[in-house]
């Protein structure tokens, strides 16, 4: 008798630029979905506020982290801010093992590297804020940066979304997050059942119309 899961795993790839609220998204997500799970990344960023080693991120030093790479640990690394953030290869392989949902907030740069290593598993989705200028408002209203370090973000914002709209198969747009966080919910869903085109499942408009189309994003690329 064979021990393999009748459902093998997915890797959601949720990329967003800073200050759409990915982070929210990607949390609730998990607690909605039952067996799916968090990807810990590991960083050499040091913890910030109530952040736990383990928890919220593998804290490695920057030899720790080297070591790591020269060892082929990681399944995909990327330099983001000055800093190196990476997902363990052990974890994607457990969910692919488990048949769980692992469910990965990382840049595009990394989203690339798992959608080129796990073309079947992996499920890519972009997060955007409504619009840029909805964006550039959130950025105001929650820090407190210069004119310039959000003129930073924002142009960083738009570099991402279009790396990410050649890459990535789905868009979600988080007006409002209970909508966003159904959207996300159908794209795995019907990845899960066997693609957004799979007849009689109720998740598979609501994933079709999520589709990435370039067209959609034409007030982030010009
Ligand atoms: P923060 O330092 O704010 O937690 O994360 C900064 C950025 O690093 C975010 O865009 C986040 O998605 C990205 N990031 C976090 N973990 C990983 C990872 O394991 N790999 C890659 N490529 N990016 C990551």
Known sequence: MSSEPSVRGQLLVISA???????????RFVSFTPGARFSISATTRPPRGAERDGVDY?????????????????????????????TLRSTVEEALRD??????????????????????????????????????????????ESDAAIRMRLAAARTEVARAASRYAYLVVNDRVDEALARLVAISRSARVGGAGADGDPAAPIARACRMDRADLSAWIP
């Open 99 to 144: 048949g769980t949902v692992a469910v990965f907030d990382i840049d595009v740069q990394g989203g690339a590297q798992i959608l080129d290593r796990w073309p079947a598993d992996a499920v890519s989705v972009l997060v955007v804020p409504p619009s840029p200028a909805e964006l550039e408002r959130r950025l105001r209203g929650r820090s407190t």
């Open 17 to 27: 630029p800073s200050g759409a609220g990915k982070t929210t998204l990607a949390r």
């Open 58 to 86: 593998h804290f490695l030093s920057p030899d720790g982290f080297a070591a790591r790479v020269a060892a082929g640990d990681f399944a995909e690394w990327a330099e983001v801010h000055g800093r190196r953030y990476g």
